[in-house]
């Protein structure tokens, strides 16, 4: 079905504006086109389909659901909320307290902060419709697993310790409150009718579409540069063996880029078509959208500089991991992509 | 005279919430004050974990999202 962007880029790009598919600007173009086409309607449709799904889900049951869960499975749940559950980044330090003051851990709060703006639902459809779905599910896979990692690492390290002082006395004084098997309960959804879904759902796509077509747009264009610009090959040739120092670089690389998950996608889709190594690529992608300076700067507010320093460096660390893993099996992994 | 606070860490949703309460109560010749509440501490207090939310008297009437035109002036009747 979604052949038909392809369709339509041809007779666009070659036809209509005349280009020759066998230039650089040619080739540019076409990228540019299909991929644009095909983002924004994949984006119009899904966003409006899983708002309505989940118009009921909001944080204060979300919340309730990990606090009753055992602590391992509190990371699990936590990163796996991360990634479905729609949030500003705004509000992540309202979140941040509420968990906190719930007694909620500090390393599953941060599994969900960590995974939320790695995986959404934006990011899954358009890997999905650009790099198949064996790449999608690893990404989802790896994406929950810097979350989950990162939480557990806080946590051995009792990171609590170095939250702001108001923090941490809300999270001491309800982490100590006895706590009885079915005290949390988990609030009733509530009923919505279906228009109320449906507004919902209206206002979601519009919140969402309205913020990030931008993204998508420069994204877009910088995939499509490379995609025209660099030679075939250059990357396979002199990165191609996924060289051990290739992935801190790439790391450190996406480390002062900030985007968000949407922008990132089209520039690694072409960085992986044109032989970038995947751990590689995931390396620099996974730093661009996860480690970003605004983020740091709003949680100054609840934390000291000793821990968003250690958070920084545990994300790093994670990315590099990721990267190095996926370069060993990523042959294997993928072939055939 | 109603006090309305607008709980947020300072994005531009807050910002809109506070200008559309008080563009709300101009239309209806009605006289409000709209205070904003940034501090963190503060917004714990108050149990919010989606902000824009909007609270008159210390009590939480709605959150997560920039209220729409019907719902502020619901707030501003007598």
Not at chain 1, 284 to 295: D, K, N
Not at chain 1, 309 to 324: E, K, R
Not at chain 2, 31 to 38: A, C, D, L, R, Y
Request: charge should be neutral; proline fraction near 5%; charged fraction near 15%.
């Amino acid at each position: 079905m979604l052949d038909f962007f392809t369709y339509f880029a041809n007779w666009l790009a070659y036809t209509v504006f005349g280009l020759d598919p066998a230039t650089r600007l040619g080739t540019s173009i076409h990228f540019f086109i299909e991929d644009t086409t095909k983002i924004l309607f994949l984006l119009v449709v899904m966003i409006y389909v899983i708002a309505l799904a989940r118009a009921a889900l909001d944080l204060e049951r979300v919340r309730a659901y990990i606090q009753g869960k055992h602590r391992f499975a509190g990371y699990l749940f936590g990163s796996g909320f991360g990634a479905i559950t729609p949030f500003c980044s705004c509000s992540s330090i309202p979140l941040f307290l509420g968990f906190t003051s719930a007694g909620i851990p500090l390393g599953i709060t941060m599994a969900f902060l960590f995974t939320s703006p790695i995986i959404n639902e934006v990011a899954v459809i358009m890997l999905w419709s650009l790099l198949g779905w064996k790449f999608t599910l690893a990404y989802v896979v790896i994406g929950m697993a810097v979350g989950i990692f990162g939480g557990m690492i806080l946590d051995t390290l009792k990171a609590e310790r170095w939250l702001k002082d108001f923090a941490a006395k809300a999270y001491q004084k309800a982490a100590g409150a006895p706590r009885h098997p079915g005290e949390a309960e988990v609030p009733q959804a509530r009923k919505m009718t279906f228009a109320e879904r449906h507004q919902f759902a209206k206002d979601e796509l519009k919140e969402i579409v309205g913020r990030i077509w931008k993204w998508v747009l420069i994204g877009v264009g910088l995939g499509a540069a490379l995609h025209g610009f660099v030679p075939d090959g250059w990357f396979a040739e002199n990165l191609g063996s996924g060289q051990w120092w290739s992935v801190p670089v790439a790391a450190f690389a996406g480390l002062p880029l900030y985007s968000n998950a949407t922008g990132v996608i089209p520039v690694m889709e072409s960085l992986i078509m044109k032989g970038l190594p995947v751990g590689t690529t995931l390396a620099f992608c996974m730093s661009t959208v996860a480690a970003s300076f605004p983020e740091f700067i709003m949680l100054k507010q609840v934390m000291t500089f000793r821990l968003l320093g250690l958070i920084f460096v545990i994300l790093l660390a994670n990315f590099m991991v990721v990267g190095w893993v996926i370069n060993a099996i990523g042959p294997w992994l993928f072939a055939g992509l | 005279m109603k006090t309305f606070e607008v709980l947020g860490t300072g994005c531009k949703k807050c910002q809109t919430t506070a200008e559309s309460i008080e563009r709300v109560a101009s239309e209806l010749g009605q006289t409000v004050t709209v205070e904003k509440v940034t501090d963190p501490a503060k917004i714990m207090e108050y149990q919010v974990m989606s902000t824009p939310a909007v609270a008159i008297n210390g009590e939480v009437i709605h959150s997560g999202s920039v209220p729409d035109h019907e719902k502020i002036v619901g707030w501003l009747k007598p």
